[in-house]
């Protein structure tokens, strides 16, 4: 990694300033008696020292809360009892009812399946056991350890194994991309891509070295796709060297065993040959064996010690909720890219892992704040002023556009009939099902999983239409052709947009007056009560269109669920 003519002292001094850089933060904040939302509006707060957004009306809060904590609007009856209920504290009670709920584990699954997997094709077991681990209420430092070092003997979270197998696919004739693995666990699990540093010192970020990715790489070469088991599972060959590489531009011999990122390189240990394994292969199974000393269960085991690891999740939690990461892009972490808030950031990382990497305590913590609770409106001191300086101060609410899972279930939400069609449960469903007993069982297990697989190839026909592409992070959603052809053309949506037994446009249907017409409308799809104006408007596209009514109130339905206000979440 360095030049032979580079003084032994400064290489000393630049890997000391890194290590001061990690370092920063480490003191744990469990003896504060204040709770951890309220340190966060204040570190928010003290450097701004002037006007911010006031507190969201209650539909903007409720309905953000909705869409962040199970991933889609509350129904008609939902929102309408929480903006008619005069409580002080009902907001804290929604939001633990929410974080109580099924709904929650399975948002945050599919929050961490497309965070994880970034749109690349899913399977049931990794699915089964994101759900499963969340809803248990697993440590990330937990999870991030099964993942990191699955156990494939372990029938509840061998699932895990999903992230690193579905990475070592092979595609055409192309070799197992191991940089592609390298770059994402780092990138996803640290916050530092560090795919420029494969053959050389990055040339823009000073503080990734070829070391720490080729470090990193020792850890993931040896490993393979099992090919003796029907589910997803890692083989490792036997490490008894380290990684030699050079620097493209110095041409020096080096070498590194197992590194995780500008830590300390792990020692690789070797036995006398015969006892390399605690179980020794088995060829005529296929079964590569288990190794006395495995990268990956180091790996494993070091990750949740790394600053980084606490600072990385904590910094994509808060992008859940807040819309920005404290550091952005989210996997940038260096001391060129400082965050936008670093003493928060070392507080919010200190914090979950003095909690023991509790995220459903640390979402509840975020949801809390008052900075969470602003309005997205900017106030008028503010409209003249750099939007994205309002953004990264958190002075407003950060408005996000709706990922496809919330867009569709929003949508599903808003259309269906008086209650709610609850697809987040027969997704979930999908992959607990038990066997059935008796033939009335089995009737309904196959009706249900009829049903089911409509709305998992409904799912896949929305991704297809707003997702983004695959291997890439997901952080924002643009505006494309191909999302407003298909809102505009979908066999399927449009169907929706039919009045059929007692959905949203049979509902509208059955109104006499107008101002009835659009509290159905507006409170079922915007989760708010109309403005005169929007009611004046309505009355008179009714009024236009009274020969065909169903026509009309579909239309206005189709108006909403495209409008930008469906399409965000404030």
């Known amino acids: 990694m360095w030049p032979g003519d580079v003084p032994i002292v400064f290489r000393r001094i630049s890997i000391l300033s890194v290590f001061a850089w990690l370092a920063v933060g480490t003191t744990a904040y469990a003896d504060d008696p204040n709770p951890l939302h309220e340190r966060i509006d204040d570190l928010i707060q003290e450097p701004l020292k002037a006007v911010v957004a006031g507190p969201a009306s209650d539909a903007e809060f409720m309905r953000r809360l909705y869409l962040d904590l199970i991933g889609r609007i509350p129904s008609r009856t939902e929102a309408s009892e929480f ?42 077991e990794w699915r089964a056991y994101l759900r499963a ?26 699932g895990s194994a999903f992230f690193i197998s579905k990475r070592l696919e092979k595609y055409g004739q192309n070799p197992t ?29 000073d503080d990734y070295k070829q070391a720490d990715y080729q470090g990193l790489f020792a850890f993931f070469g040896p490993t393979s796709i099992r090919r003796d088991l029907t589910y997803p599972a890692i083989a490792e060959k036997l490490v008894t060297d380290k990684v030699a590489y050079k620097s493209v531009f110095i041409m020096a011999d080096e070498q590194t065993g197992p590194r995780l990122p500008f830590r300390e390189e792990i020692e690789v240990q070797t036995f006398p040959k015969g006892e390399e394994y605690s179980q020794p292969p088995d060829g005529k199974t296929r079964f590569p064996g288990k190794l006395k000393f495995s990268p990956l269960s180091e790996l494993g085991k070091r990750l949740p010690d790394h600053p980084l690891f606490r600072k990385n999740i904590a910094n994509r ?23 936008s808030h670093p003493d928060l950031l070392n507080l ?32 008028e001191p503010l409209q003249d002023a750099d939007a994205n300086g309002n953004l990264s101060t958190y002075q407003i609410a950060i408005e996000k556009p709706l990922s496809t899972e919330q867009f569709l279930f929003s949508v599903v939400q808003a259309v269906g009939d008086g209650e ?22 089995a009737i309904v297990r196959n009706a249900s999983d009829a049903l089911r697989e409509q709305l998992t190839e409904l799912k896949a026909r929305f991704s297809k239409a707003i997702a983004g592409p695959p291997r890439q992070p997901e952080i924002d959603h643009q505006p494309s052709v191909k999302a407003a052809l298909f809102l505009l053309n979908d066999d399927v949506l449009l169907r929706w947009l039919e009045p059929d037994s007692d959905n949203l446009v049979a509902r509208l249907m059955i109104q006499d007056e107008p101002q009835m017409v659009a509290d159905e409308l507006y409170l079922t799809v915007l989760s708010r ?18 020969d065909e009514r169903a026509k009309a109130c579909g239309q206005l339905v189709w108006g909403l669920l495209a409008s930008t206000e469906f399409c965000v979440n404030h």
């Open 133 to 158: 681990a969340l809803k248990a209420n697993r440590p990330w430092h937990v999870m991030a350890g099964e993942i990191a070092s699955p156990d494939s003997e372990n029938e509840a979270t061998r």
């Open 529 to 546: 009560f109309p403005t005169d104006e929007e009611v004046t408007d309505l009355a008179d596209h009714l009024s236009n269109g009274s």
């Open 83 to 124: 903006l008619n209920d005069a409580s002080s504290n009902k907001r804290t009670l929604l939001i633990d009812r929410l974080m109580a709920s099924d709904d929650f584990p399975d948002r945050l699954a599919n929050v961490l399946d497309v965070m994880l997997m970034e749109r690349m094709e899913g399977h049931d």
């Open 177 to 205: 991309d191991y940089p592609g693995l390298v770059r994402d666990f780092g990138r996803l699990f640290l916050g530092v891509d560090l795919q420029c540093a494969q053959c050389h010192d990055h040339l823009f970020v």
């Open 348 to 379: 919010l990382g200190d914090e979950l892992s003095v909690r023991d990497y509790d995220m459903r305590w640390f979402l509840r913590e975020l949801a809390l704040t008052r900075a969470y609770q602003r309005s997205s409106l900017i106030p």
């Open 317 to 339: 939690l808060w992008w859940v909720m807040m819309g920005r990461g404290l550091v952005t892009p989210l996997d940038q972490h260096h001391r060129e890219n400082p965050a």
């Open 420 to 441: 709610a069609v609850d697809m987040q449960t027969e997704l979930r469903d999908s992959a607990e099902d038990v066997e059935s007993t008796t033939e009335e069982e």
